[in-house]
């Protein structure tokens, strides 16, 4: 095997640089892990599969991409301890609990940007990552006082909530990424 070298946040294996769309998932699947909320088994065989197809081919990146490929047949122990083997080849450490909560808490966010999370649910799930994220004064705490006054709000309130709600998430972003960066 060829000497690792480091690129970002990950490690080159094979002369294979980590594609950045694959660290980012591997980080999301290892926040998920941390926090035992949202490690989708298959998602993890999938990710393991690109891995090799971008030719980072480790041990544990082959044996994990060669599971079948649908969730039913998956023992999650194994996948589990796969994944967390395929961090390790690859350079992607299991983050701390506050770190994992912040790494989640962005991903939400993205996604209520992006309108795949609906702003009063993301809400209640950004408030959710409360503790994991080390109990912060200000930017989750908002999305539960938000989500608060969504969920009692009359059908045109709630519209002007939302917006609210949206308008504030560029906040929960630079708050993650202030956090992740220590």
Sequence with gaps: M?????????VAVNDAPLPTKLGTTLRRLAAALVLHDGFQPDEAVRSAAD????????????ALADRPADAAPHNRG?????????????????PAVPEAGWA????????????????GPGAFHLWRLWQ???TPDDELT??????????????EGKALIE???????????A????????
């Excluded at 060829?2 to 990950?10: F, K, L, N, Q, T």
């Excluded at 989640?104 to 702003?119: C, D, F, N």
């Excluded at 708050?175 to 220590?182: K, V």
């Design 2 to 10: 060829a000497p690792e070298r480091r690129v970002g946040h990950s």
């Design 51 to 62: 891995l090799v197809a971008a030719g980072i081919v480790t041990p544990a990146t082959k």
């Design 78 to 94: 194994e996948i589990v301890a796969l994944f967390t083997e395929v961090l390790a080849e690859v350079g992607t450490p299991l």
């Design 104 to 119: 989640r808490a962005r991903w939400i966010a993205e996604e209520m940007q992006a309108h795949a999370i609906e702003p």
């Design 132 to 134: 994991d994220c080390g």
């Design 142 to 155: 908002w999305m539960l006082q938000a989500h608060d006054a969504w969920q009692t709000a009359q059908a």
């Design 163 to 173: 917006q609210e709600i949206l308008a504030y998430v560029p906040n929960v972003i």
């Design 175 to 182: 708050a993650a990424e202030r956090n992740a960066a220590g």
